[in-house]
C-alpha cells in the first residue's frame, strides 16, 4: 500500500512539474512577444520624431534593405509600404485595407 501512494505522490509531482514547465513556456514566449513589440515601436518612433536626419536616413535604409527577406507573407508586407518595394497586388491591398479602414483615414465609424 505505501508503494502505491509513492507512486500516486510521483505521478502528482510529475503533473506539477508539466504544468509549471507549459506556464514558463507561456511566459517565456509572452516576454519574447513584448520585447519585440517595443523594440519594433522604439525604430518606429525614431523615424518618426529624430530629428538627426542622417541616423534616419541610415535606419531607413537599413530597413529597405533587410524589411523584403524577413517579410515572408504578403499581409506582413503591406504593412510597410513606406519602407519596402510592393507589388502590384500588394500596393492594391494596401488601398483596399485604407478604404475599408475607417480609423486609417482619422474618421470614426
Do not use: H, Y
Not at 502505491?4 to 510521483?10: A, Y
Not at 509600404?81 to 485604407?98: C, H, R
Request: net charge positive; charged share 35%.
Amino acid at each position: 500500500m505505501a508503494r502505491r501512494s509513492i507512486e500516486e505522490r510521483l505521478a502528482q509531482l510529475d503533473a506539477q512539474r508539466k504544468t509549471l514547465q507549459a506556464r514558463l513556456g507561456r511566459q517565456e514566449r509572452a516576454n519574447d512577444t513584448r520585447r519585440k513589440v517595443l523594440l519594433g515601436a522604439l525604430v518606429l518612433q525614431r523615424l518618426e520624431t529624430s530629428k538627426d536626419a542622417e541616423f534616419v536616413d541610415r535606419l531607413r535604409a537599413w530597413l529597405k534593405r533587410e524589411l523584403p527577406g524577413f517579410l515572408t507573407r504578403d499581409g506582413d508586407r503591406t504593412l510597410f509600404p513606406d519602407l519596402i518595394e510592393l507589388s502590384a497586388t500588394e500596393k492594391a491591398a494596401v488601398v483596399s485595407q485604407g478604404a475599408a479602414d475607417p480609423t486609417a483615414t482619422g474618421e470614426r465609424a
